[in-house]
């Protein structure tokens, strides 16, 4: 399966519009790497614990490893805290579905389309309100992702879509549901 890149998000005018003035991008050129660190440490303490809140809310014991996991987190990550995280909450959650990010399947295409729309939030957001280049980035470093910013904000927020994945289990259920029960969540 191809790499997730929302591609139709080229088309929209982010750039060039009033919002993106010359001071934000200049502001943003300016941020240190131990900001951008300081920024990414905060993202993950804030995803591992949202995981670990849904743990909890499902009745899964192994939240409380998610929560020391998030106590443990250095500045950026450094012990990698997030990849050990992530390795025990997607087993948790998709043990019965066999997810594999390598396989068209229809819960990697519930996974895409949730993706594309948030990127379109986040990016929408991102440079309207603060933000002018989303191909700066906090962590994620993909040259060939022209939305590395809004792929590091979204982080915290991807358990919205763990949560309703793992309920209605798409691998199932997604021919029944709708585009429309996804946007609700937007």
């Not at 700066?136 to 979204?154: A, C, E, G, V």
Request: aromatic share 16%; with cysteine; net charge positive.
């Amino acid at each position: 399966m191809k790499k997730i890149q929302p591609s139709f998000l080229n088309f929209l005018p982010f750039y060039g519009s009033h919002d993106c003035s010359k001071a934000k991008i200049k502001e943003q050129i300016s941020w240190t790497d131990f900001f951008k660190e300081s920024l990414w440490t905060i993202i993950v303490r804030e995803k591992i614990e949202n995981q670990m809140k849904l743990l909890k809310k499902l009745n899964k014991e192994e939240y409380k490893l998610l929560q020391e996991y998030s106590s443990q987190i250095e500045h950026n990550d450094s012990t990698n805290r997030e990849g050990h995280s992530a390795k025990v909450y997607f087993f948790l959650l998709y043990l019965e579905m066999i997810f594999s990010r390598n396989k068209e399947n229809s819960l990697n295409a519930f996974f895409k389309l949730w993706l594309s729309n948030s990127f379109i939030y986040f990016q929408q957001g991102n440079c309207s309100k603060w933000l002018s280049h989303s191909n700066w980035f906090i962590s994620q470093k993909n040259m060939f992702n022209y939305y590395n910013l809004s792929s590091d904000l979204m982080e915290p927020f991807r358990v919205i879509i763990d949560e309703l994945a793992y309920k209605e289990n798409p691998q199932k259920n997604l021919k029944k549901m709708k585009k429309r029960k996804l946007q609700k969540y937007f």
